[in-house]
């Protein structure tokens, strides 16, 4: 059964994701076109919304919604990064840097353009 909108989230609909995300460790749900508001939004009613601190790597949170880190080529005035630029690059742990329980993060991530090929994100439940 899928979730709907996800802006219209209930609390019992917030436990039926959190609960597929504790079964299976990574979920998909299609169809969402969630302004950075509504993703902000949606977090709080997961959980307890982190920011990450301003001496992590990327520093590219989204203007007015600290909570949203910018994974992008573009910095938010619309600059080009470079080709150096590789945000998250390598193997990590989102949530890494927090002491336990607060190390157990869920991570939302909300493609607004991917490339054709490549660009691949791995995920491991750890």
């Given at each position: 059964e899928g979730l709907g909108d996800l802006r219209e989230l209930d609390a019992s609909g917030a436990e039926i994701l959190l609960d597929a995300v504790r079964a299976h460790g990574v979920?998909?749900?299609k169809g969402q076109n969630l302004t950075?508001?509504?993703q902000v939004a949606l977090t709080d009613k997961l959980g307890e919304?982190?920011?990450l601190p301003k001496s992590f790597e990327g520093n590219d949170p989204e203007p007015f919604h600290p909570a949203i880190q910018r994974i992008t080529n573009f910095w938010a005035n619309g600059t080009w990064k470079g080709p150096s630029h590789k945000f998250g690059a390598y193997w990590h742990q989102d949530g890494q840097f927090w002491v336990t329980p607060r190390h157990?993060?869920?991570s939302i991530l909300h493609a607004q353009a991917t490339p054709p090929d490549g660009g691949e994100t791995g995920f491991a439940d750890l």
């Open positions: 979920i998909v749900v950075t508001a509504e919304t982190v920011v157990n993060l869920l």
